[in-house]
């Protein structure tokens, strides 16, 4: 789905919407009229004292000009409940532009530091979830950009209480529809509320039928009559389409072990540390980041496909965050830079791919345009040999201070040791390590790359490595001055401590880790294609040039592997029927899965948009929190797809 801005016409301070001829709120007493109508009669203050201890998880439609949002967070900041946080869904088919979000903002100077933050984050206007945090990540706002009923059957998550937003029934009856309270009924718990400022029949009798108890109030101001009510039990349960991807039922743990200290292993170490659950993250090496991880710098962005797939959404939704992530955690760019990045069609059936990208408009012009050799020369402030498309926001970083920066955390503790063995036992996962030690606790997360398959319970899923070895080489002053991170075949970054790091091989049956002078040159090959300049100045001291070899962690569909891990045995048995029927309908089938493991791997070169992203996802399954991606996105990366896949070609 493509996304258009609001089109907005102001009348003095108040935003009028064009597409739907409504105000987005009450121009006199807006603050008044949506603090009665969606924090007052849906007792949001009484939810936030009574449920001191959990997270508050409230949902609209309809986002607008926020403030609703701004009104329940300034509220919840008010009362600050001590170990929970405040999880804010909303969804949005017409978002508007920044420059009319700062307009309506600018009006409310009480809460201008709410404002800053969510402008500093607001995404471009592409479909999908946005999932930023506001507040030492006390507020996670979840923007789902698209139509109502479409994002919310796409979340995964139990709603305590919904403000139903959007404009009136009779300007926007589509929205309004019986596939959207359906949604809501899937999405919430006995004693999940709701109100509305309308009490037009169509949405009394929806939420009636699908399990809502709907009374009528007293509206705001002069207006007659309003709905609120009460979830009792969905009427219209939806069945389950794909049982083998349901994810098992989860309780925050206090304690959880990870294996692995890479990009993976430490995003997923800090997302739940922050949750305020603690980390032994047990690394074999004496160093975090030492494989995949490990290179000087990495390129931040995401390739993306001319029509949307589900890798293009977790691309693009892992690149969003990843960049929102790192402008919060590290506004100084200490260890990232966000100086664009050139993607060049370095082969005439590329250039007419990315011709056919931006004809498309699959993706805001402020996220990517195509430039010409003359445009990009000058922005990379060095001679580029071929057009290409250009990411502003995109850059490097450096992934192993990331790495760092992710177990400098109190609730994170580093231990070396190298695990081979698991059990399962009275509830505690136990690792059995080389220096016949024990380690235990209840929740287990394997994120050590190709070796994630080493233990009995995962053995079955399938890894590959792709060897890359990156040169590295000292900048002088007569060539330290590229700009911005030039991908062509290769790719190139800016110097970074007067060090160019550039590469890399791409080799999928190399398994030995020395240094080539063979790789050398290849890579310097790829440079030439590209940056002339730099290139005879680089290549004048390749014998000078140092290097490093990794190993990337990929899978048969280039997709990480990211969640609970499956009983291979059990899947088998249990959905044995695809074998003769890929389309078999499963009643009352239950996935197995082993007790609170989980995996995440598989990541290749794409770790430092994939890794963020799934951190918060794992940590969001653990603690039971709403999850940041789309629901066909969480299966497209589910550990079990691969014996699903092997179930219907019938090969296993
Ligand atoms: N809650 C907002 C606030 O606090 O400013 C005001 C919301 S405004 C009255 C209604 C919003 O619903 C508009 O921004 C509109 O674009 C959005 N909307 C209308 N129909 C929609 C749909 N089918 N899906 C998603 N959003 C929709």
């Excluded at 933050?117 to 999908?128: E, S």
């Excluded at 690394?283 to 949307?308: D, F, R, W």
């Excluded at 009995?456 to 002053?477: N, Y």
Aim: charged share 20%; glycine share 6%.
């Amino acid at each position: 789905m493509k996304i258009s801005n609001a089109i907005i016409d102001w009348k003095a301070k108040s935003p009028h919407s064009n597409q739907y001829e409504d105000i987005y709120f009450n121009p006199e007493e807006g603050i008044e009229e949506s603090l009665y109508t969606f924090l007052e009669t849906n007792m949001i203050g009484g939810l936030f004292s009574k449920i001191r201890q959990q997270n508050i998880i409230i949902a609209e439609t309809g986002f607008g000009t926020g403030l609703n949002f701004l009104l329940t967070a300034s509220l919840w900041l008010q009362n600050s409940p001590q170990k929970s946080k405040l999880k804010y869904i909303s969804v949005e088919k017409f978002p508007l532009s920044s420059s009319d979000l700062q307009k309506a903002l600018e009006q409310w100077p009480e809460f201008k530091e709410l404002s800053q933050a969510i402008l500093k984050q607001y995404p471009l206007p592409q479909a999908g979830f946005h999932t930023f945090k506001i507040n030492h990540s006390n507020i996670e706002l979840l923007l789902m950009f698209g139509d109502a009923a479409e994002s919310y059957s796409r979340l995964n998550a139990k709603v305590d209480a919904w403000y139903l937003d959007g404009f009136a029934p009779s300007k926007n009856p589509d929205m309004w529809s019986p596939a959207l309270f359906r949604e809501m009924a899937r999405l919430s718990k006995p004693d999940t509320t709701f109100s509305t400022f309308t009490a037009a029949g169509i949405v009394k009798r929806g939420l009636r039928d699908v399990g809502f108890d709907v009374r009528k109030q007293k509206g705001f101001g002069r207006k007659r009559e309003m709905l609120v009510g009460t979830f009792v039990e969905n009427k219209a349960p939806k069945a389950i389409d794909k049982p083998w991807f349901e994810l098992p039922a989860s309780k925050k743990p206090e304690e959880v072990m990870i294996v692995g200290g890479g990009l993976s292993g430490c995003s997923t170490a800090r997302a739940l540390a922050e949750r305020g659950v603690k980390v032994t993250l047990i690394e074999q090496e004496n160093q975090l980041a030492t494989g995949g991880s490990g290179n000087p710098q990495g390129a931040l962005y995401a390739k993306l496909p001319v029509k949307q797939t589900t890798q293009g959404e977790l691309h693009l939704s892992g690149f969003l965050y990843s960049v929102n992530m790192l402008k919060r955690i590290d506004p100084e760019e200490s260890f990232w830079s966000q100086c664009g990045v050139m993607q060049l069609a370095t082969s005439d059936k590329e250039l007419a791919r990315q011709n056919n990208l931006i004809e498309q408009e699959t993706y805001p012009q402020e996220l990517v345009s195509l430039k010409s050799a003359e445009e990009l020369s000058e922005i990379a402030n060095t001679a580029v040999n071929f057009d290409g498309l250009f990411f502003p926001s995109a850059g490097w970083v450096s992934p192993r201070a990331l790495c760092d920066h992710f177990v400098d955390h109190p609730n994170i503790s580093v231990v070396q040791q190298q695990v081979e063995e698991l059990s399962f036992a009275e509830g505690h996962w136990r690792l059995a390590t080389q220096s016949g030690e024990f380690l235990s606790a209840s929740h287990l997360i394997i994120c050590n790359a190709e070796m994630a398959n080493q233990f009995s319970q995962t053995d079955h899923l399938p890894l590959k490595t792709i060897r890359g070895q990156v040169s590295i080489t000292q900048a002088k002053p007569t060539n330290n001055k590229l700009n911005s991170v030039v991908c062509g075949d290769g790719y190139i970054s800016p110097a970074q401590n007067q060090q160019y790091c550039f590469g890399a091989t791409y080799d999928l049956q190399g398994k030995e880790r020395n240094i080539t002078q063979e790789d050398h040159e290849s890579n310097l090959e790829k440079l030439g294609k590209v940056l002339p300049d730099i290139h005879a100045d680089l290549a004048s001291e390749s014998n000078d040039l140092q290097g490093r070899t990794a190993f990337r962690c990929s899978t048969p569909d280039y997709m990480p592997i990211v969640g609970p891990a499956p009983v291979q045995d059990e899947f088998i048995e249990t959905f044995a029927q695809l074998r003769k029927d890929r389309k078999w309908r499963f009643e009352n089938a239950e996935a197995e899965h082993h007790p609170n493991l989980y995996v995440n791997t598989g990541h290749g070169s794409k770790g430092l948009i994939t890794c963020p992203i799934s951190a918060e996802l794992l940590a969001s399954m653990i603690c039971d929190e709403p999850l940041p991606l789309p629901k066909d996105v969480i299966d497209a990366i589910n550990p079990a797809r691969f014996i699903i896949k092997k179930l219907i070609k019938q090969t296993i």
